[in-house]
């Protein structure tokens, strides 16, 4: 099931829910004004349940509140957005871009050791003293959430090949 139609399909039930919380209260309301009623008395269950059904009676499911109508306008504009982006997630990494500086010590990579885990091409002394004792730390690029742990850092001769074929 596409997350287009699970949000439909909750809006749906809440509607559906808040329906039938309209149609109680305008059951509630009704009864309370037939309860004010001086001269009425119920004597038992049944006389109970007969003034009850009655009130129900006049209060059925109204049409769709706006706020629904709203949360579904949203909801095809998210999915249409999300079916986009979708067709852009086919899209290939041809190139490659990498920085000689090192992000951390920002100095020249002399050992280029890449993090298998995200990609990100380090300095090999320049990461492990970074790590220190550690076993495992965050990456230090921006906007990347995965860690660092020697045991993901290899040998990345790659590296100047790639360098060269960027300038």
């Given at each position: 099931m596409e997350l287009g139609e699970i949000f439909s399909k909750l809006v749906q039930e809440v509607e559906e829910l808040d329906a039938e919380a309209v149609k109680l209260e305008g059951?509630?309301?009704?009864?309370?004004?037939?309860?004010?009623?001086?001269?009425?008395?119920?004597?038992?269950?049944?006389?109970?349940?007969?003034?009850?059904?009655?009130?129900a009676k006049g209060h059925k499911k109204d049409g769709a509140h706006p706020y629904?109508?709203?949360?579904?306008?949203i909801i095809a504009e998210l999915t249409n957005n999300l079916e986009e982006a979708d067709d852009t997630a086919d899209l290939q990494v041809e190139q490659v871009q990498h920085s000689r500086k090192d992000p951390i010590s920002k100095k020249d990579i002399v050992n280029p050791v890449i993090n298998t885990a995200c990609g990100h091409v380090y300095d090999r002394d320049s990461i492990?003293?970074?790590?220190?004792?550690?076993?495992?730390?965050?990456?230090?690029?921006?906007?990347?959430?995965?860690?660092?742990?020697?045991?993901?850092l290899s040998d990345y001769?790659?590296?100047?090949?790639?360098?060269?074929?960027q300038e």
């Open positions: 059951t509630f309301t009704s009864l309370v004004e037939t309860y004010k009623q001086p001269d009425l008395e119920i004597p038992n269950e049944a006389a109970y349940k007969k003034a009850y059904n009655k009130a629904y109508k709203e949360a579904r306008k492990i003293q970074f790590a220190g004792t550690k076993r495992s730390i965050k990456c230090v690029m921006q906007g990347c959430s995965q860690n660092i742990t020697i045991k993901n001769p790659e590296f100047w090949t790639n360098i060269k074929q």
